[in-house]
């Protein structure tokens, strides 16, 4: 869905991937035949190199400092995980395939390829489109944002499904928060065997947490005057006996 401002509903590939690797804790690195997890051992320059903080004795330190130089010899994997507790958490994963070099006290990953995982897709972004990305500006903060709603405003989350179409409600028992960013908020639909999802675009974009709130009020005050049933309601009754 777009406006007349040409502006894109949802975020592009690359911004995506920054967003992903702005906002995760913990780093996977598969090298030399194993594999590490850091978790708060990594940060992102504007770039979007990661600095990796290793102890002196790791063997990921060694590898690196041996391996030839600029040859890739290392993949880091991300996990995208939904902050709110729901069916398939991991609603995404990126990989960063390159070579690691020593700096100063840490090392410093050199990608020589990156590739996005959401849902069912992956897609290869390129390195330079990569490198100008900006996360998302509600990134580091979507999931204290979304934990907020879903525990403490559950009855806006219901009132927004007044918003989704009919069908896509049909033997719905749960509806969560799944994602947010500045175009718009995912829930996260929940049958019986099954789940779905449905984005609900704001009508223009967010840039910071104040807007988000003046975007979330537009969004409650359309679903406040929708007149369509609630059958998430009726599914909630019914198996409630």
């Known amino acids: 869905m777009r406006d007349g401002h040409g502006w894109t509903a949802v975020p592009g590939a690359a911004e995506r991937a920054r967003s992903v690797l702005a906002a995760s804790w913990s ?3 598969t090298a030399d035949g194993g594999r590490e997890e850091f978790l708060g051992a990594h940060t992102v320059d504007e770039d979007g190199r990661v600095h990796l903080h290793v102890p002196d004795d790791s063997a990921l330190l060694t590898a690196a400092i041996c391996a030839p130089r600029g040859e890739p010899s290392a993949v880091l994997e991300f996990a995208d995980v939904a902050p709110v507790p729901v069916r398939n958490r991991i609603r995404g994963r990126l990989w960063l ?25 992956a897609v290869v972004v390129g390195l330079d489109e990569f490198a ?34 009919h069908e896509s409600l049909h033997g719905a028992v749960r509806v969560q ?55 998430l309601q009726r599914q909630r009754t019914d198996g409630d006996g």
């Open 27 to 29: 780093c996977a690195v």
């Open 132 to 165: 100008e990305a900006r996360p998302d500006p509600l990134a580091t903060a979507e999931a204290q944002l979304l934990t907020h709603l879903a525990d403490a405003h559950p009855d806006a989350v219901e009132r927004l499904t007044r918003l989704v179409r």
């Open 97 to 121: 395939a390159g070579w690691f070099a020593p700096e100063d006290d840490h090392l410093v990953f050199h990608a020589t390829r990156v590739v996005l995982k959401q849902a069912t897709a």
């Open 177 to 231: 928060p799944l994602a947010v960013d500045r175009h718009g908020l995912t829930l996260r639909i929940e049958r019986a065997r099954a789940h779905g999802d449905v984005r609900l675009p704001f009508h223009t974009p967010a840039d910071d947490v104040g807007q988000l709130t003046e975007r979330m009020h537009v969004l409650l005050t359309r679903a406040g005057t929708a007149s369509c049933p609630r059958p």
